[in-house]
T-cell receptor, first 114, second 116 residues
Framework: SQQGEEDPQALSIQEGENATMNCSYK?????LQWYRQNSGRGLVHLIL?????REKHSGRLRVTLDTSKKSSSLLITASRAADTASYFC??????????????FGKGTLLTVNP | EPEVTQTPSHQVTQMGQEVILRCVPI?????FYWYRQILGQKVEFLVS????????KSEIFDDQFSVERPDGSNFTLKIRSTKLEDSAMYFC??????????????FGPGTRLTVL
């Protein structure tokens, strides 16, 4: 898979359920960030997890990072219709001097049905 | 809460014309970025900028592209001679730190560029 690939590509759940999205990457990273994008709109920063962290929480969001498997997951608990959006993970690599750019995946389209 | 702003929200131009996309990063941020997203595709890195010079650029960022920080607040992306394939949403981002990892990058709402 490419750097920062999310799965599933699409996820449809009912309001109140939990949503889990996964991200895999290929190279060593400094940080991994999750973003949300409503249709046709900008990217909203959700959470950053550093390579030496394993889990991080922010409100209803829980992010895990497994550097040995080069993967991360984003869990949204007690989902709401307003959580409907595309979710992207983005990584910045430690190698090749690429300390500055983020590499994004294709995203998971989450639909929360009321 | 401070945010990144971008103008215009939508720009329509004819092929071959020059366009300038404008961004005002968050005021105490030191690192600035441009990304683009072609409809239905991934967000792609274009360029990063720090201390009044380009830190890194992608293969997309060819001689037709340039960036500038003309004053203490604005950060601009210029496309000298637009092509049809430049049609995309262009996002500006900024971060407070950059070394050893980009830190949290905060994105603006984007400028949708349509080249006819």
């Amino acid at each position: 898979s490419q750097q920062g690939e999310e799965d599933p590509q699409a996820l449809s759940i009912q309001e109140g359920e939990n949503a889990t999205m996964n991200c895999s990457y290929k190279t060593s990273i400094n940080n991994l960030q999750w973003y949300r994008q409503n249709s046709g709109r900008g990217l909203v920063h959700l959470i950053l997890i550093r390579s030496n962290e394993r889990e991080k929480h922010s409100g209803r969001l829980r992010v895990t990072l497994d550097t040995s498997k080069k993967s991360s997951s984003l869990l949204i608990t007690a989902s709401r219709a307003a959580d409907t959006a595309s979710y992207f993970c983005a990584t910045d690599a430690t190698s090749g001097g690429s300390n500055y750019k983020l590499t994004f995946g294709k995203g998971t389209l989450l639909t929360v049905n009321p | 809460e401070p945010e990144v702003t971008q103008t215009p929200s939508h720009q329509v131009t004819q092929m071959g014309q020059e366009v300038i996309l404008r961004c005002v990063p968050i005021s105490n941020h030191l690192y600035f970025y441009w990304y683009r997203q072609i409809l239905g595709q991934k967000v792609e890195f274009l360029v990063s900028f720090y201390n009044n010079e380009i830190s890194e650029k992608s293969e997309i960022f060819d001689d037709q592209f340039s960036v500038e920080r003309p004053d203490g607040s604005n950060f601009t992306l210029k496309i000298r001679s637009t092509k049809l394939e430049d049609s995309a949403m262009y996002f500006c981002a900024s971060s407070r730190t950059g070394w050893g990892g980009s830190g949290e990058q905060f994105f603006g709402p984007g400028t949708r560029l349509t080249v006819l």
